[in-house]
């Protein structure tokens, strides 16, 4: 068997319903807190930054929470999206493991991310909203949510990390190809980006400082609402479609995968392969292992601490009981732009302190060493958050030829590489560094 197998849904069998773990939980989640008055949060004070719509399914406990119909006919532009068998990398690690991966790199912008831009853009508009800001790391959600706002006829704003702006150039011009205005952060735009270019005018950025920009422009910017691509509850809610969809395929390929795996930054692509899978670990006692995989330069789930974080630099967002690095941290100059989050999302962050997922980190090198590996084998340039994914994949592929017993491999591979071949150029040419204080893995 060499060539790949794919594993095809009809347009039917898009999810009519996101799935919402809070619903299962067997312990409640911390609340998120105020800024000012560490109280907990109060669903009109979020009304300030985010419409009611979207507030309400942040806050939800429904288990099912039905897809407007608008949002199925646009995600019926790419969905359901592919699950394939990689037979020519299992043959190249000779290893008894079945390795699939659902890939969502067929999306009009090239990852996962449209999930929940379609969703937001959808909410926002129906609430009345003109004007979306919005950060961006690598440029995925950015241009994500630049294709969904000129769907829907909303403005957008990107605020994007200047680092990834300056590796990136090809996801600007994406954004703006579809109409979005993109400043690299920290910006002259705001009063914090200001601030910081005034303390470090060589400052690389971060996600944090990013959002806080986003925040400050929504505040200040009347019909404006902020859109987040990652972190919040009804984010992952959103994507969910990927693991629903892939439950069903691997029902169509007669197998049950015995680790599921997906890179984690924020946790929106993390969230939405394995959310519907951690269901059936909680509903049906399944014993799978779900393993999320970060990279050692910014490891906020196997070195930070458990506690009460702000989402940005600025403190402007409530505090939220997170996995974290520290709101002032701003992470190596990493090509995984997407990745570079000093936090993790609330919900993910339960099911590590539950002990429901692990997660281990990675080195770039290491990881693009399995991204170099898997286009060769498998055809597909993949990006690099998503090459995190792969690189653990490898290793458990690896370890089930040692172990002489097979095993069943599903990951999320959340988008293509075309736009990152820069980086590719640094690794292939020897110029690529580990620009963390660790070279192997580290596991938790």
């Known amino acids: 068997?060499?060539?790949?197998?794919?594993?095809?849904?009809?347009?039917?069998?898009?999810?009519?319903?996101?799935?919402?773990l809070l619903a299962d939980l067997p312990e409640p989640l911390p609340p998120p807190l105020h800024p000012a008055t560490r109280q907990p949060v109060t669903p009109d004070m979020l009304t300030a930054i985010f419409p009611e719509n979207l507030v309400q399914q942040e806050i939800s406990s429904e288990r099912w929470i039905e897809i407007p119909e608008p949002v199925r006919e646009i995600y019926a532009l790419w969905r359901p999206t592919p699950l394939l068998r990689a037979v020519r990398l299992e043959k190249a690690l000779q290893t008894p493991a079945h390795i699939y991966y659902k890939y969502e790199g067929v999306s009009p912008a090239g990852s996962h991310k449209p999930n929940t831009a379609v969703a937001q853009a959808f909410y926002n508009r129906q609430a009345g909203t003109r004007r979306l800001a919005t950060e961006t790391g690598a440029g995925q959600w950015g241009s994500s949510l630049a294709f969904a706002c000129r769907l829907f006829g909303l403005e957008c704003v990107v605020y994007m990390v200047k680092v990834s702006f300056q590796q990136k150039p090809y996801r600007k011009l994406l954004m703006q190809t579809w109409g979005a205005t993109v400043h690299a952060s920290p910006s002259d735009q705001t009063e914090y980006g200001r601030r910081v270019l005034r303390e470090d005018p060589n400052c690389p950025g971060s996600l944090g400082i990013a959002i806080s920009e986003a925040i400050e422009d929504t505040v200040k910017?009347?019909?404006?609402?902020?859109s987040l691509g990652s972190?919040?509850?009804?984010?992952?809610?959103?994507?969910?479609?990927?693991g629903q969809e892939a439950l069903k395929q691997m029902e169509m390929a007669g197998e049950e995968p015995d680790v599921v795996i997906a890179c984690v930054g924020g946790g929106s692509?993390?969230?939405?392969?394995?959310?519907?899978?951690v269901h059936r670990k909680l509903t049906e006692k399944k014993q799978t292992r779900i393993v999320a995989v970060e990279p050692t330069a910014c490891a906020s789930l196997?070195?930070?601490?458990?506690?009460y974080?702000?989402?940005d630099t600025a403190e402007m967002t409530p505090l939220l009981m997170m996995y974290t690095l520290g709101h002032k941290f701003i992470p190596p100059k990493i090509h995984a732009g997407g990745l570079r989050y000093h936090g993790m999302a609330p919900l993910v962050s339960?099911?590590?302190k539950l002990n429901l997922i692990e997660a281990v980190a990675y080195p770039q090198t290491r990881v693009f060493e399995a991204a170099v590996l898997f286009a060769r084998t498998e055809g597909i340039v993949p990006a690099p958050e998503p090459s995190h994914a792969i690189a653990a994949a490898v290793d458990e592929a690896i370890r089930a030829r040692e172990e002489g017993k097979?095993?069943?491999i599903l990951f999320n591979l959340c988008g293509h590489g075309l736009l990152d071949l820069s980086a590719y150029d640094q690794y292939l040419s020897g110029q690529m560094k580990d620009t963390d204080n660790g070279n192997s893995q580290t596991e938790s």
């Open 1 to 20: 068997m060499s060539q790949r197998i794919r594993f095809t849904l009809p347009q039917a069998e898009i999810p009519a319903a996101w799935y919402n």
């Open 221 to 226: 910017h009347p019909g404006t609402k902020y």
């Open 231 to 242: 972190v919040l509850n009804h984010v992952c809610l959103h994507q969910t479609v990927i």
């Open 269 to 277: 692509n993390f969230a939405g392969l394995a959310f519907p899978f």
């Open 302 to 307: 196997t070195k930070g601490e458990l506690r």
């Open 309 to 311: 974080d702000f989402g």
């Open 350 to 352: 339960h099911l590590k």
């Open 406 to 408: 097979p095993r069943v």
